[in-house]
């Protein structure tokens, strides 16, 4: 079956470091997903991304955050310079298409961020 | 606004008993609603949805929940627990008024005793 992939599993970085967090999501989805989790609390939305642009983002999407889609199967979130607040589990999500039956998202396995 | 709210944060039940996992919706219009289930050191799993066609909505492992309109609730429920159904169950709301963003309830741990 399937699956969207991320890597790294963990991160470590030093504050003030960048840090690129990478996923495949799924061959013939369309739309892609950054969501985070921060130790103990709700997973949070970031940012969507339909058509190589941001179709949707949060108010935690700041201009410290930016996605990419560089090539025909990768999506990566960058963090330009990362606070220890940005210490969470960053999940990777990929959906078909908008209409009810192809919005399910699909999550990858998440990567830990742990920034010291 | 839409949101969620999973009223127990913690539920634990003994093995071969019924499984109750609570979540109440906030929305102004009718919303799709989900349940994805996240087993340790692994990514979240799409349990079940709703999309406004059958009320009762089965998912895999026999896990299925109601919507409640009257309610504004879609509650999970199982039958008779399994030891590999110990794991974080978070309910989810798919705004009407968003195109893409689905908004997540806090969780709720499942604990299973033999």
């Known amino acids: 079956e399937p699956e969207v992939t991320q890597t790294p599993s963990h991160q470590v970085t030093q504050m003030g470091q960048e840090v690129i967090l990478r996923c495949v999501p799924i061959?013939?989805?369309?739309?892609f997903y950054w969501y985070r989790q921060i130790l103990g609390q709700k997973v949070e939305f970031l940012v969507s991304?339909?058509?190589?642009?941001?179709?949707?983002k949060s108010e935690i999407f700041d201009d410290q955050f930016s996605v990419e889609r560089p090539d025909g199967s990768n999506f990566t979130l960058k963090i330009r310079s990362t606070k220890l607040e940005d210490s969470a589990m960053y999940f990777c999500?990929?959906?078909?298409?908008?209409?009810?039956?192809?919005?399910?998202?699909?999550f990858g396995p998440g990567t830990r961020l742990t920034v010291t | 606004a839409q949101s969620v709210t999973q009223l127990d944060s913690h539920v634990s039940v003994s093995e071969g008993t019924p499984v109750l996992l609570r979540c109440n919706y906030s929305?102004?219009?009718?919303?799709?609603l989900f349940w994805y289930v996240q087993h340790p050191n692994k990514g979240l799993q799409l349990l079940l949805k709703?999309?406004?066609?059958?009320?009762l909505v089965k998912g895999i492992n026999g896990f299925e929940a109601e919507f409640k309109k009257s309610e504004t609730s879609f509650h999970l429920t199982k039958p008779s627990a399994h030891m590999s159904d110990a794991a974080e169950y978070f309910c989810v709301v798919s705004p009407y008024s968003s195109a893409s963003k689905i908004i997540f309830g806090s969780g709720t741990r499942l604990s299973i005793r033999p």
């Open positions: 061959s013939n989805h369309l739309y």
């Open positions: 709703y999309t406004s066609a059958a009320t």
């Open positions: 991304f339909y058509n190589n642009e941001i179709s949707e």
């Open positions: 929305s102004s219009y009718s919303p799709s």
């Open positions: 999500a990929s959906s078909e298409g908008m209409t009810p039956r192809q919005r399910e998202q699909y």
